[in-house]
Nanobody, 115 residues
Framework: VQLQASGGGSVQAGGSLRLSCVVS????????IGWFREAPGKEREGLSC????????YYADSVKGRFTISRDNAKNTVYLQMHSLKPDDTAVYYC?????????WGKGTLVTVSS
């Protein structure tokens, strides 16, 4: 199982970015893919997840209303559209899938938001 996150970068507060996570090695349609982030000195935080079967979504309160998760099953890709970015959103962002109770992580992509 491999996950490759991309799309990070440096933006000013109020800006937007779209992260992508390409998943391989599993039947993509069968698994929920989640987004997490880890800021310097903080624990990894779960941000969002989309159910592979019914499309229902979960968002952490810290990103609700600003971030949107979506997936393209034809491309084995999950996206995280981020708007109204704040300096507190600065972190390394990771995508995750759990297969047979084993978590798999991508390498992460760095998002830096300046004030």
């Amino acid at each position: 199982v491999q996950l490759q996150a991309s799309g990070g970068g440096s933006v000013q507060a109020g800006g937007s970015l779209r992260l992508s996570c390409v998943v391989s090695g599993v039947s993509f349609d069968d698994y929920n893919i989640g987004w997490f982030r880890e800021a310097p000195g903080k624990e990894r935080e779960g941000l969002s997840c989309m159910n592979s079967r019914d499309g229902s979504t979960y968002y952490a309160d810290s990103v609700k209303g600003r971030f949107t998760i979506s997936r393209d099953n034809a491309k084995n890709t999950v996206y995280l559209q981020m708007h109204s970015l704040k300096p507190d959103d600065t972190a390394v962002y990771y995508c995750n899938v759990v297969v047979s109770r084993n978590p798999y992580w991508g390498k992460g992509t760095l998002v830096t938001v300046s004030s």
